[in-house]
């Protein structure tokens, strides 16, 4: 199977910046969209930023200009530097990746899996 690790939250005062990573690690043939998005207390999970294996990149209007996805195909790796940040965007930050894994016997299938998510605080 395949599994997300995350790393890298914190807690930071407002106008701060942190590096959020996610890696992924199992039975990898090929990691297509990977992406971030958070949960706040009381609100629903919404779409930070998601970027494609060629490198596109797509983000919430909330965070253009701020934050910056980015990733490293050969350690199947994502990053998400969040500059300038505001205590709007504390929240738990999950990293998301479309897989396509072994299932032995020269087989694939493609799933998504999601990290086990990381903490960002920000103080006013």
């Known amino acids: 199977q395949v599994q997300l690790v995350e790393s890298g939250g914190g807690l930071v005062q407002g106008g701060g910046s942190l590096r959020l990573s996610c890696a992924a690690s199992?039975?990898?043939?090929?990691?297509?969209?990977m992406g971030w998005y958070r949960q706040a207390p009381g609100k629903q999970r919404e779409l930070v930023a998601t970027?494609?294996?060629?490198?596109?990149?797509k983000y919430a209007d909330s965070v253009k200009g701020r934050f910056t996805i980015s990733r490293d195909n050969a350690k199947n790796t994502a990053y998400l530097q969040m500059n300038s940040l505001k205590p709007e965007d504390t929240a738990v930050y999950y990293c998301?990746?479309?897989?396509?894994?072994?299932?032995?016997?020269?087989?694939?299938?493609?799933?998504?899996?999601w990290g086990q998510g990381t903490q960002v605080t920000v103080s006013s």
């Open positions: 970027t494609t294996s060629a490198g596109s990149t």
């Open positions: 998301n990746a479309r897989v396509r894994y072994d299932i032995g016997y020269g087989l694939s299938r493609m799933n998504d899996y």
């Open positions: 199992g039975r990898i043939f090929s990691i297509n969209d």
